[in-house]
């Protein structure tokens, strides 16, 4: 039954705590696929409702909607689907509207999502400024049907260049009033780690007359690894106080098992924190999922508060399973033989008679699988592949079968920065020689970021750094690349990650945008003569693809070896991640291109990329001759 989240809140007893999950499409069909046998495991657990994130544009908005709808459907979840308005067609917008009623969901979370760009008009896009528009156009055209939330920024909301950025929670009052004046029921925060900001900030939203009554949702982000840690504070400008940060010192911050493990105990106590400040005033944690499954369920089953939900959904699907009993020795049809079968993932062959069906049901039912899930999440059993998979992080370059593949902010492709200021990142190229020097100014720490790349160099950058650089003077711009290593510790302080007394391998690649004429006359010969030694892949902006593997080849290009343990494999480049990010990566360069008025020498620079180069992966398997893939690119 279709339920609005504001009113299964109403229904909670007074002291009844509640949690809901954040969930966002994969950018790979396997992924895709994984990621719905990890919702049904971890609906198991009893969230109130999930949300499911948005990609702006293209096949990612179809996902979001699709994985909404099976969430709603498929596994009766009560499910709120994100919409980022800016920067969106209105018939996007309008489409995702009409699809979601008609399938039962109830629930929208009304989003900004990237900057508004001055320019986007001309470029036929841009009805919607700011998140208030998309409430008042939901209310208008839809009525009462939606329950609608929106973002709350306990530290304030950011914006602007970085000198301008002041963030002030009390600037952001007069907006928030706006929007719930507008039609917005409840409020979901951005992630934050410091309680203290989030006390202020409710303490601050009651204050006003319009807000004293309006539902309030803190966002957590569970702490899965160091680095992903770190970028998911920087991307939401959220602060990490010291006592916490010094939880994770240089020596473990490449080991993500401890890291995780400290993780759980943080997050348990700022939620312990949070109900206990409050006096139960807040009734719920909304978890940023990232996709991941073992930390959400530690954590829910480890605070005293959250705990509760589990129990009592152990109890009730005790209850059901007992009720099923009744119903299946009382008679059962070949359909509900199927169906039974069906729901508790055994295969879809009909069950020939009903013993076997409830023999099926005794050994997987749901409150096995939840208490099963539960033991696996404090580091007991055997989960499986699906669940191995997130054992180190998995970002761009991680296993596109993972139901975490993909990007952590939920916005699809964007540029994470204000118009104003990627003018002053980027300023406005008319040639090829200034793309080169932005991307040369950024290998050399001059720049802190391009399009693709939000965040500072990973120290490894600096061991290939004069390869790269070489590499962009030849108008090849570089968005990926590791260096070839033969056997290094993995306390290394560049290359190490993973437990104690492991060691670490990689072979080299590059990830570059080239002209057609230069790949096809130049270096695509070349890489041909080596034969099997080389590996690539290569597409265009129309998805033109082409490679020298064999269809649904997998390269691992990082593996780690440890004690007690089997070989992992942290980094892999394969056709499907390879295709999927091509897509986003172009797409990329359309986002940079809305910058600038459509005519324009800037507009007209970024569509000739976009027309006449190829997005290319190359990688070299000779690991232990650390120059080999250089020397063969940059060779005349």
């Known amino acids: 039954m279709s339920v609005k989240i504001t009113d299964k809140i109403a229904s909670l007893k007074k002291d009844e705590p509640f949690f809901s999950l954040e969930f966002f499409p994969p950018k790979t069909d396997s992924g895709m696929r994984n990621l719905y046998a990890r919702l049904g495991r971890m609906s198991l657990l009893g969230p109130l409702f999930v949300t499911v994130t948005w990609g702006a544009g293209g096949t990612t908005a179809e996902k979001t909607t699709d994985l909404a709808v099976t969430c709603q459907q498929d ?23 009409n699809k979601a ?49 929106v973002a709350g920024y306990p530290e304030g909301h950011a914006d602007g260049s970085l000198e301008e950025l002041q963030q002030d929670p009390k600037k952001d009052l007069p907006y928030l009033v706006e929007k719930v004046k507008a039609g917005a029921d409840f409020i979901i925060t951005q992630l934050f780690f410091d309680v203290s900001k989030f006390i202020e900030y409710e303490d601050l939203v009651r204050s006003q007359p319009e807000l004293e009554n309006i539902t309030i949702i803190p966002g957590l982000l569970p702490i899965n690894g160091y680095n992903i840690f770190q970028r998911a504070s920087k991307l939401s400008h959220a602060s990490i106080p010291k006592a916490l940060l010094d939880q994770f010192p240089p020596e473990i911050q490449n080991d993500d098992d401890t890291v995780k493990e400290i993780g759980v105990d943080v997050l348990v106590k700022m939620i312990d924190q949070i109900y206990e400040r409050k006096d139960n005033h807040i009734k719920g944690i909304h978890f940023y999922t990232l996709n991941l499954e073992k930390s959400i369920a530690h954590i829910i089953n480890k605070s005293k508060y959250l705990s509760k939900v589990v129990a009592k959904k152990e109890v009730e699907l005790e209850q059901e399973e007992s009720s099923s009993d009744e119903e299946i020795d009382d008679s059962i049809t070949s359909a509900k033989r199927a169906a039974y079968a069906d729901r508790f993932n055994t295969t879809n062959k009909v069950i020939s008679d009903a013993k076997a069906v409830h023999d099926v049901r005794m050994t997987t039912s749901p409150s096995s699988q939840l208490k099963k899930l539960i033991s696996i999440s404090a580091g007991h059993g055997v989960l499986g592949k699906d669940a191995t998979w997130d054992d180190f992080p998995n970002g761009r370059f991680g296993d596109s079968r993972s139901p975490a593949y993909g990007e952590i902010d939920g916005y699809g492709p964007s540029l994470k920065v204000s118009s104003t200021r990627a003018y002053e990142l980027w300023g406005y190229p008319t040639k090829k020689e200034d793309i080169s020097k932005l991307f040369i100014n950024y290998l050399l720490k001059k720049l802190d970021c391009l399009p693709w790349s939000e965040l500072s160099l990973s120290p490894e950058t600096s061991l290939i750094q ?32 993973g437990p104690s007394n492991g060691f670490i391998y990689q072979k080299a690649f590059v990830e570059m945008f080239v002209s057609k004429k230069e790949w096809n006359e130049r270096l695509l010969p070349k890489l041909d003569a080596c034969g099997s030694l080389v590996s690539y892949y290569y597409a265009d902006s129309k998805k033109e693809f082409k490679t020298n593997l064999p269809s649904n080849a997998s390269n691992c290009v990082t593996w780690g070896v440890f004690p007690n343990r089997e070989i992992l494999q942290t980094t892999i480049v394969e056709e499907e991640s390879f295709k999927a990010w091509t897509e986003e990566a172009f797409e990329i360069w359309k986002e940079w291109k809305l910058l600038y008025p459509k005519n324009s020498d800037s507009a007209k620079l970024i569509d000739s990329i976009l027309n006449d180069y190829y997005l290319v992966t190359v990688l070299h398997h000779d690991y232990p001759n650390e120059a080999a893939l250089w020397e063969l690119l940059l060779e005349d």
């Not at 990237?114 to 998309?134: C, K, M, N, Q, Y």
């Not at 390869?467 to 290359?495: G, H, M, R, W």
């Open 101 to 149: 009623k008609a399938c039962g969901i109830r629930n929208i979370l009304a989003l900004r999502g990237d900057p508004a760009r001055d320019t986007s008009v001309s470029h036929g896009i841009g009805e919607f400024g700011h998140a208030v528009d998309l409430v008042s156009y939901i209310r208008a055209q839809y009525g009462d049907y939606f329950c609608i939330g």
């Open 75 to 97: 596994l009766g979840l009560t499910t709120c689907m994100h919409l980022t308005c800016t920067n969106t067609p209105k018939a996007v917008i309008d489409e995702a509207l």
């Open 466 to 497: 004069e390869e790269l650089i070489n590499l962009n003077e030849k108008f090849y711009f570089t968005v990926a690349s590791q260096p070839a290593v033969n056997c290094t510790t993995s306390k290394d302080k560049i290359l190490g990650w």
